[in-house]
Antibody, heavy 113, light 111 residues
């Protein structure tokens, strides 16, 4: 079964950090562009970052550049998102997405004091 | 950033009747390689988004043929020929011709 399972979300204080993980199974992870997409009730769906199959090319939405780092470990079929300097505006459900076809169930990040 | 504007934002429909959602882009979505990277997603209540259509009009595997996509340049449409109860949810257009990839605001289809 094709599957992406996110983990690592939770409650974090403003200014804090969090690392999200995504475990892939059921497809050839190392051949997929991988992405993080977030969703909030107010802003809807928002692309966060993506990374090419071998990890050599990474792109970020401007508002996250310098604060978020996307990475992958093809040997472990895993995708990561390291987030720093979090603010309330980063509160969202974060999805791991393979190409645009495989979506995880999301992991909730809440930034609040 | 490319802005995708969907209309309507709310779409009440009757079972068995057609439905249509518009997606207009603030700039052309034709890529330099000649392709137009416009997608449509369905998000049912409590679920993650699911891709229905890619490159304007290509249905994904398992997507019923009552769903169809059309358009070009900056104007695109998702049509459902006969709405069924399982079609309830929010529909999003999305482009990945330009970075950052962007989504429309979503159209809530309700029976």
């Amino acid at each position: 079964e094709v599957q992406l399972v996110e983990s690592g979300g939770g409650l974090v204080q403003p200014g804090g950090s969090l690392r999200l993980s995504c475990a892939a199974s059921g497809f050839t992870f190392s051949t997929y562009w991988m992405n993080w997409v977030r969703q909030t009730p107010g802003k809807g769906l928002e692309w966060v970052a993506n990374i090419n199959p071998d990890g050599s090319v990474k792109s970020y939405v401007d508002s996250m550049k310098g604060r978020f780092t996307i990475s992958r470990d093809n040997a472990k079929n895993s995708l990561y998102l390291q987030m720093y300097s979090l603010s309330a505006e980063d509160t969202a459900l974060y999805y791991c997405v393979g190409s645009s076809t495989v979506w995880g169930q999301g992991t909730l990040v809440t930034v609040s004091s | 950033d490319v802005v995708l504007t969907q209309s309507p934002l709310s779409l009440p429909v009757t079972l068995g009747q057609p439905a249509s959602i518009s997606c207009r882009s603030s700039q052309s979505l034709v890529h330099s390689d000649g392709n137009t990277y416009l997608l449509w997603f369905q998000q049912r209540p409590g679920q993650s988004p699911r891709r229905l259509i890619y490159k304007i009009s290509n249905r994904d595997s398992g997507v019923p043929d009552r769903f169809s996509g059309s358009g070009s340049g900056t104007d695109f449409t998702l049509k459902i020929s006969r709405v069924e109860a399982e079609d309830v949810g929010v529909y999003y257009c999305m482009q990945y011709t330009h970075w950052p990839h962007t989504f429309g605001q979503g159209t809530k289809l309700e029976i």
